[in-house]
């Protein structure tokens, strides 16, 4: 069995300086990390950060550590300019770059009016825009005519090394989707058991399109903050769960994330704390009224000497496991915290 991979994961939520970023990278090739990632969204921009992270880990590692963006929400994106981006980071790191894709919230009308966009449906245009990318970033001239991209003759103006992609997939459709056409599912916010359930789905997917299952990667971020003061980690993770989690007002409760955590049997407590949210309820109230079993099953919080176990049994069933960190307090210190109690010796065992 392939040895799993093990990576860590910042984000702008964590407010850190570049420098900080840089040398937060070098500590996670010093630890053994075999990559960093990042989301990407209206924030610092995702690419030129996986270039600087893999140029500072260069400094210690020769080569550096992989980097990745998962995932980038394709809506508000062309294929042509997230092509050339995701080309030249690929070359820029040697081939050490994985673009992650996702339909960002496109199935909800706030999103789609916020960013001017279309109603396309969500499987299509990913199937869309995994074909389109996979020419281009090939080299091909592409010719391509969908409800979500047009190009004629559209080519890169060079030949980056391969990029594999990765494909955000929570329901069955999107996760046999990622079968058929990506290199990898993304996942986020699973149990081992969801893991299963979901590489089951992915193999599906694979074998209907006459390809190897085992050839397609299940990825996944695992939340993990560490805080000797347990109660101010719970409550940090508890508010990056949070975003997820609950549906917002008007929004499907069986769609997206919310259906991915009713399907876990929380569908009645969340609807409690929706409705207390409907009423007027302060943000203090809804992390202190969340349910501890919820935020246990998809990630970990608290003292740094739990940190390890509690990632090992979470990661079961992944190729590669994400250690996205949450932090409890401002600051590099913290993050390099969550990255040494979950570094790859310790979690691996050896």
Known sequence: MARMEIGI?????????????????????????????????????????????????????????????????????????????????????????????????????????????????????????????????????????????????????????????????????????????????????????????????????????GRDPSAVQMVEYIRVCVDEDEEAARRAYTRAVLGYALARPGASKTASYRGHFARMGFDEALTELEERRARGAHEDEIVEAFPRELLRLVGYYGPAAGAAAAFRRLSEGLDVAIVRVVAARAGAEPVADTMRACRPEVVRGS
Do not use: K
Not at 88 to 110: A, C, K, P, Q
Not at 164 to 173: F, K, V
């Open 9 to 209: 994961g910042l984000d702008y939520r964590l407010g850190l300086s570049f420098a900080e970023q840089r040398e937060l990278a070098r500590e996670a090739a010093r630890l053994g990390y075999d990559s960093a990632w990042t989301p990407a969204g209206l924030a610092q921009d995702a690419f030129q950060l996986c270039g600087q992270w893999w140029s500072a880990s260069d400094e210690v590692t020769q080569g550096g550590i992989g980097t990745g963006i998962s995932v980038v929400p394709v809506p508000v994106w062309t294929a042509p300019a997230l092509a050339t981006a995701a080309g030249t980071v690929g070359e820029l790191t040697g081939g050490r770059f994985v673009l992650g894709v996702g339909s960002g919230d496109i199935h909800n009308e706030g999103y789609r009016r916020r960013f001017g966009l279309p109603d396309w449906r969500p499987i299509g245009m990913m199937r869309e825009y995994l074909g389109v990318l996979r020419g281009l970033l090939a080299g091909e001239a592409v010719e391509h005519e969908g409800a979500a991209i047009t190009l004629h003759g559209a080519q890169l103006g060079f030949r980056p090394p391969a990029v594999p992609l990765l494909l955000g997939a929570l329901g069955e459709q999107m996760l046999r989707l990622a079968g058929e056409a990506a290199d990898g599912a993304a996942l986020n916010w699973c149990t081992p058991e969801q893991v299963a359930w979901s590489r089951a789905l992915v193999a599906e997917g694979a074998r209907r399109a």
